[in-house]
């Protein structure tokens, strides 16, 4: 049996990230090992892995240790695999990407997931990382009145004006162009109580946030505007920059993440699994 006090857990920055060394994904983990990744992912809200030679069949037996994996609807699966790892992908002749603006994942499902497994297959030479912003920092940094202010709204969260669009040519972002399947609505707290560690994580983000529950998108834009200004600060964020077999494990309630798409010309390939998450409060 390994030792799991061998794995060694190194900040990333002052208030996101972590990098999790001293273990090889390919083989079974030890559950302090699970309880240890678990735990920064929960504080630190991503951890990141270095030099990982790991199968598509790997990918999943990590990612299934965590949740039950959630089946993508809009993105291209890799063959084989029932669906459960997608491929995030940019090929030379795109020049959009996945990704390319602040958000978090599937804020518009009723049961939002917990998080992502991104692992890199195909780089550019150069460019295409990945930024995070903690959004317990974001909430931590309000003042004590717009706490209190928020603490009693919900947002209203929707795939459908991202996904449902049709005036857009199929794969020029790389997606599978299913707009049909862009059905969701969701309505949450603007700051949740993080199910894993007990923190409160402002939950709104440019991408899929439409409104505030009873208000207008007149009424909600200049807050959300607010908002969304002061969670992007870089003092919130960390920069990853991507090496071959490197992964990122994020928790979508208490990140935000973008893709930045600096590579015009140049192919990237992700594989990505998503984990089933739980309801929020």
Do not use: C
């Not at 993508?72 to 790892?85: E, H, L, M, P, S």
């Not at 939950?203 to 529950?213: C, I, K, Q, S």
């Not at 090496?243 to 010309?265: C, M, V």
């Amino acid at each position: 049996m390994r030792n799991s006090s061998v794995l060694e857990v190194v900040p990333t920055g002052p208030v996101v990230g972590a990098e999790i060394r001293g273990v090889d994904l390919a083989a079974p983990l030890e559950e302090a090992e699970v309880a240890t990744i678990r735990r920064t992912l929960f504080d630190r809200g991503v951890v990141f892995f270095r030099d990982q030679a790991i199968s598509p069949e790997q990918h999943i037996a990590f990612a299934e240790r965590f949740a039950p994996i959630n089946i993508n609807r809009f993105f291209t699966k890799v063959d084989g695999f029932g669906g459960r790892i997608a491929e995030v992908r940019k090929e030379p002749n795109q020049t959009k990407n996945i990704g390319g603006g602040w958000h978090t994942d599937h804020s518009y499902d009723q049961i939002p997931a917990l998080g992502s497994i991104l692992l890199a297959r195909e780089l550019p030479e150069e460019g295409g990382d990945t930024l995070f912003a903690s959004m317990y920092a974001a909430w931590d940094a309000l003042s004590d009145g717009l706490k209190q202010t928020l603490s009693g709204m919900k947002a209203v969260h929707s795939s459908r004006h991202v996904f449902g669009r049709t005036d857009r040519p199929e794969q020029q972002d790389g997606r599978l162009g299913n707009a049909a399947a862009a059905t969701q609505d969701a309505i949450h707290p603007v700051g949740i109580r993080h199910p894993g560690s007990g923190r409160i994580a402002l939950y709104v983000n440019p991408a899929f946030t439409l409104r505030f529950e009873g208000w207008t998108d007149e009424e909600s834009k200049p807050l959300l505007d607010y908002l969304y200004g002061h969670a992007a600060r870089p003092e919130f964020q960390y920069r990853f920059q991507w090496q071959p077999g490197s992964i990122a494990f994020w928790d979508n309630r208490a990140t935000w993440h973008y893709a930045a798409n600096d590579y015009q010309g140049e192919r990237r390939l992700m594989h990505r699994i998503t984990l089933e998450g739980e309801a929020l409060s």
